[in-house]
């Protein structure tokens, strides 16, 4: 592989920089991303592997980044266990019958992964072969915890209430949904890695909206069981965001890498994590909004305070859509010119 710095900071090995991607690369900030958004709606792009694709190689191309991830979304695994989800303007994902009951949850199918999600193993295969070996391609999956939020409280939400209290309520009923999306998730993500994925990476992105005791009870013992299910064939990065509270745990389950959000010093990050793992993360997003020179002096920070080794530079979570294309190029340019 032409850019292998991916795979070695995975591999705890000495670089010369470390690498740098950005969670949503692939996203609304790109003008030529908005033509395809105004094209075609959301679930069209990730059906239609040629689109994906497309998307995919976007960043690499324009932005400069070490690493693809491939164009999809989280959701699209419940979609596959036939609960409806939509994307609607102002709300973003929508389910009009979330699971909340025993009924619902019976209706909750383990389905045949290539039947149901083969447009994904087929976008990676296509981006593979178009990549060409250029640099390595991410998979991606919610964790499960984070896939619960969103089929029982049936659109994004600040506190997800509804799910929270459908977990402490009915544990049993979560548990076995919880089940269900992990069992699924597995199955998908080893097609994924079949299809040509270099890294997976699993997002929390609301596991911490849940108490250091409840993440034990409700999501580390499913995201334990797919890095399991992985283990040997790639490596697997955790970004749960708010969860510094479970580095300490997280760095002990075989993950390759941890995600960090901006709300984490590196130092303390390093510290929770027993300071033998890769960290991967942790600019604040709405950081790219400040003058470049800024960002550039900020980023050498960072690397600084992370260190060059057993490091990914990455945002704190997805970059937002109204951020500048030059103000994302010149994150990734000051890694691409940072020396120790």
Not at 196 to 208: C, E, K, P, R, T
Request: charged share 20%; proline share 6%; hydrophobic share 40%.
């Amino acid at each position: 592989m032409k850019n292998d710095l991916l795979l070695k900071a995975l591999k705890g090995e000495t670089v010369d920089r470390p690498p740098v991607w950005m969670m949503r690369q692939a996203g609304r900030y790109l003008p030529d991303f908005i033509k395809l958004k105004d094209k075609y709606d959301f679930f069209t792009r990730c059906q239609t592997p040629e689109l994906a694709t497309e998307i995919t190689l976007m960043p690499i191309d324009q932005i400069g980044v070490d690493a693809a991830i491939i164009f999809s979304d989280i959701l699209v695994v419940l979609q596959a266990m036939d609960i409806k989800v939509e994307m609607r303007d102002g709300i973003g994902p929508y389910l009009p019958q979330p699971i909340r009951d025993q009924g619902a949850l019976e209706k909750v199918i383990l389905p045949d992964v290539q039947e149901r999600l083969g447009y994904v193993f087929e976008a990676v295969k296509m981006t593979k072969h178009e990549l060409n070996n250029q640099a390595p391609l991410i998979g991606f999956a919610g964790a499960p915890w984070t896939m619960l939020c969103y089929a029982v409280q049936g659109q994004g939400s600040k506190n997800f209430d509804k799910a929270k209290s459908f977990c402490f309520q009915e544990p049993d009923m979560a548990k076995e949904l919880l089940q269900k999306i992990t069992t699924t998730t597995i199955a998908y993500l080893r097609e994924k890695v079949k299809a040509g994925a270099d890294v997976i990476q699993l997002f929390d992105s609301w596991g911490g909206i849940l108490s250091p005791a409840d993440y034990q009870e409700f999501s580390l013992p499913y995201i334990q069981q797919i890095i399991d299910a992985l283990s040997g064939s790639v490596p697997v990065i955790v970004f749960g965001k708010g969860c510094w509270f479970a580095l300490q745990e997280m760095s002990k389950s075989g993950a390759a890498a941890l995600g960090i959000d901006w709300n984490c010093t590196a130092r303390n990050a390093r510290y929770l994590s027993g300071g033998q793992i890769t960290l991967q993360g942790n600019f604040d997003p709405s950081r790219l909004l400040s003058p470049i020179p800024q960002i550039k002096t900020q980023v050498k920070q960072m690397i600084n305070a992370f260190g060059k080794d057993r490091y990914i530079v990455n945002l704190g979570h997805g970059i937002l859509p109204n951020i500048p294309v030059d103000h994302a190029k010149a994150f990734v340019d000051a890694v691409k010119e940072f020396q120790s």
